[in-house]
């Protein structure tokens, strides 16, 4: 067993000569394969499905392995970057975007390439996890719980402060994918 069980792949187009990339993504075991079984209306299975409708195979190819999480982490989000997501004219069918004010120079920081990325990555994986947790409670989940039940309340200057949920929360309600329910005691939100 590797030490490092963590590897950065692409998935590859092989009706384009070359094969193109179209997605990069980290994982460990067989992560990169298991694409071809999800569900869902996203750009990425979209391309899989026309793939696998022209009677090809999507192409998997390991391009760094034995990393540790955050390695694997820093190089996806280096690689999305580089290869730039087809929302903003990149190859990449990636979720993450990047950051408009960094690529037209409007910011009034320096931000580094990539770090817009990680971040967005990493806003992801929150929706996910508090979908997931709302999925298992369908009564309802409140913003605090949330924020305890996931590890995710600051207690900066003292105090619990569940900001963090608070903002991914509104971003999920924003989407679409969880709505508003006034109960009598407390303002709870849900799935759709």
């Not at 391009?63 to 280096?78: F, G, H, Q, S, Y």
């Not at 207690?155 to 929360?169: K, P």
Request: one cysteine or more; charged letters at 30%; hydrophobic letters at 35%.
């Amino acid at each position: 067993m590797l030490k490092n069980p963590f590897y950065v792949y692409a998935l590859k187009d092989p009706r384009e000569k070359p094969a193109k990339t179209f997605y990069i993504g980290k994982g460990t075991g067989t992560r990169a394969w298991e694409h071809q079984k999800e569900k869902g209306d996203s750009d990425k299975n979209a391309l899989i499905n026309e793939i696998h409708d022209s009677g090809r195979k999507v192409i998997h190819t390991i391009l760094v392995e034995n990393l540790t999480e955050p390695e694997a982490l820093k190089i996806e989000a280096e690689l999305i970057a580089s290869f730039g997501v087809r929302s903003r004219g990149g190859l990449l069918v990636n979720k993450v975007r990047p950051n408009p004010d960094n690529i037209s120079g409007k910011s009034r920081i320096n931000v580094p390439d990539g770090c817009y990325e990680k971040a967005q990555m990493g806003l992801e994986l929150l929706k996910d996890a508090i979908l997931e947790l709302a999925r298992a409670n369908p009564t309802g989940i409140r913003n605090a719980e949330a924020a305890k039940q996931l590890g995710l309340q600051s207690d900066y200057g003292g105090g619990a402060r569940d900001y963090l949920t608070y903002s991914v929360l509104g971003l999920l309600m924003r989407d679409g994918q969880m709505a508003r329910v006034e109960k009598p005691t407390r303002h709870v939100v849900v799935t759709r």
